[in-house]
């Protein structure tokens, strides 16, 4: 009967483990071990990261015009008064489809008019940004955390801002955490066998 115990404890260990994550993707990541932090903002903007370093979220006042441009400086995403447009003739539109980019119609660049497309009433808005998570193919350093510096630029009210920030690197969770499941389970097999 103490072996079946100790074989069950064991059992419910292994399963208290974390499962080991994927390591991310070229297409589309699954796991990470990368965080993005916004550092500027033009006045008046508010940015965030979201889901660690895969999206961006950009709220901009409802009287603002601000056109956030693509990696050729094409018009991308445009919040005015009317609320969010995007432009399917911009390359990052088909690159930022979830969960695959989609093929990109040869001879898209930033001279091609743009298709702008309501996506919202609203002036908050996010999207997958690639610029954010592309650092993450960057080989580190043992023991390095900063990646590297991101930027994106936009033009608010006319004039040329940019949105920056960085990436960091950080290790998987340590196990120190998973002291306190082994103490419970040897405390409680204790107490079973005194009795």
Not at 77 to 96: D, K
Not at 145 to 165: D, E, Q
């Amino acid at each position: 009967m103490p072996v079946l115990a100790c074989v069950a404890c064991v059992v419910v260990g292994l399963l208290a483990l974390p499962a080991t994550a994927a390591a991310d993707g070229p297409i589309t990541p699954t796991a990470t071990d990368y965080m993005a932090r916004v550092g500027h903002v033009p006045a008046g903007l508010e940015a965030r990261v979201v889901n660690a370093y895969l999206n961006l979220w950009l709220q901009a006042p409802s009287r603002a015009h601000v056109t956030v441009l693509d990696f050729q400086g094409a018009p991308w995403v445009r919040f005015s008064r009317s609320g969010v447009a995007v432009n399917h003739n911009s390359v990052e539109y088909y690159l930022s489809q979830v969960p695959v980019p989609a093929a990109t119609p040869k001879g898209l660049n930033r001279e091609t008019a743009p298709h702008w497309v309501q996506v919202s009433s609203g002036h908050a808005y996010a999207w997958r940004e690639g610029r954010l998570h592309a650092l993450a193919t960057v080989a580190l350093a043992p023991g390095q955390s900063y990646v590297g510096r991101w930027k994106i630029p936009v033009v608010v009210n006319g004039r040329p801002a940019t949105i920056t920030g960085g990436i960091w690197h950080r290790g998987p969770p340590s196990f120190v955490w998973f002291w306190p499941v082994i103490v419970l389970v040897a405390c409680t097999l204790a107490a079973w066998r005194v009795r």
